[in-house]
């Protein structure tokens, strides 16, 4: 099955009308996902500029850590629900489009970099221990909040994309 003839049917299927028919349910959906875009990139900007040393420069990287990380991973949760009922409810929309695609790429970068960045952020005395560590963690810490500018800015993109 091919990726416009997935598309066909899900488009098709019962749920898919309901939720396209429903005249509130896709423009809910997406408040509650940019919401979510909100939350994520502010736990995220955070923890991000505390690794690169920027930010919270009294607090141990446990305690920021310890603060920001359930309000991204809870963000990402509800990032994941919404696009799922969004990809549901348009498939034709977003299947078949590259920008999407780059996305969902991109979107994999960051959830496995954000994995990576954030287990040294639980080790208070990593960037003591390692200088080597301090030395790559800022570029590092602002590459990954420079992946999470463009993933908004795909998601924003692929309205406007065909």
Known sequence: MTMAEFSQWLYGV????????????????????????????GS??????????????????????DRYMPWLWGALAMLFLTGLVMLTAEPDRVL????????????????????????????DGLAAASPNW????????LLSLAIWVLIIVCGRWIAYVI
């Open 134 to 141: 301090s030395i790559a963690a800022r570029p590092i810490a």
């Open 96 to 123: 078949s489009n590259w920008v999407f695609w780059t996305k969902m790429a991109l979107v994999a970068v960051a959830f496995f970099s954000t994995l990576m960045l954030r287990i040294p952020m639980r080790r």
């Open 44 to 65: 995220g900007v955070v923890l991000d500029l505390k690794l690169a040393g920027f930010m919270a420069k009294t607090e141990s990287s446990r305690a920021v850590f």
């Open 14 to 41: 019962p749920v898919s009308r309901y939720l396209r028919n429903a005249g509130w349910i896709v423009p809910t959906v997406q408040s509650v996902h940019i919401l979510a875009i909100a939350v994520l990139m």
